[in-house]
């Protein structure tokens, strides 16, 4: 509860920054998305995506799971945009020493533009987790589950176009165009600051 208290503090802090010359927001410089799933094998928790006009930060959350006398895994977040699967996170663990793996804790993060092909209508309804083991006998599983996607930001008009990636792009306004120069620049800065506090306040 605490941790979503912190994110959306700092939504609203960049809600406020995005308000222009007559209060009115302009548009939105972060946007963050939360995401879980489960299923009778294992449970995904804690998921946070970040995006900003900087760039765009995917938190896997964290892997909870009884899947005993695994030798190697691999564990692969995508979004599923009609045949093509967008692969935003992927990892993998080999066990060399001929003991087994426990698969538990954090699943990792990447940063950058991971988000630029997709679409906001993937996003939220087509983001899936793979994760596949190989056993000490040899034998391999593969496990899908599709993640329940959350806009915490709750944006009410956001049209970008080509997808949903945010963009600084402001529209001309002579009356106040110093101002929204220097709100530009803040805004990076303090989008940019403010989805690595997210990120961080999601690993614990």
Do not use: W
Not at 97 to 112: M, Q, W
Not at 145 to 163: E, I, S, W
């Amino acid at each position: 509860m605490k941790k979503v208290i912190c994110i959306l503090l700092i939504t609203m802090l960049c809600i406020c920054l995005l308000s222009g010359c007559n209060t009115k927001p302009t548009e939105e410089a972060l946007v963050v998305y939360s995401f879980s799933g489960e299923n009778e094998m294992f449970s995904i928790s804690n998921g946070v995506i970040v995006l900003t006009p900087a760039q765009d930060i995917f938190y896997g959350g964290n892997f909870d799971g009884e899947i005993a006398d695994i030798r190697a895994y691999s564990m692969t977040f995508y979004i599923q945009s009609g045949n093509d699967n967008i692969v935003l996170l992927s990892n993998s663990v080999t066990d060399m020493t001929g003991g087994t793996i426990a698969i538990a804790g954090e699943t990792g993060k990447v940063s950058g533009d991971i988000l630029k092909r997709a679409k906001a209508d993937d996003l939220q309804n087509n983001l899936y987790f793979e994760l596949k083991t190989t056993n000490l006998n040899g034998k391999e599983n593969t496990y899908q589950l599709q993640l329940a996607v959350t806009d915490v930001t709750k944006a009410q008009d956001r049209n970008y176009q080509g997808g949903f990636h945010p963009k600084d792009e402001i529209p001309p306004d002579n009356s106040c165009l110093a101002f929204k120069l220097i709100r530009i620049f803040a805004i990076q800065i303090f989008a940019l600051f403010s989805a690595q506090i997210i990120v961080f306040l999601a690993s614990f």
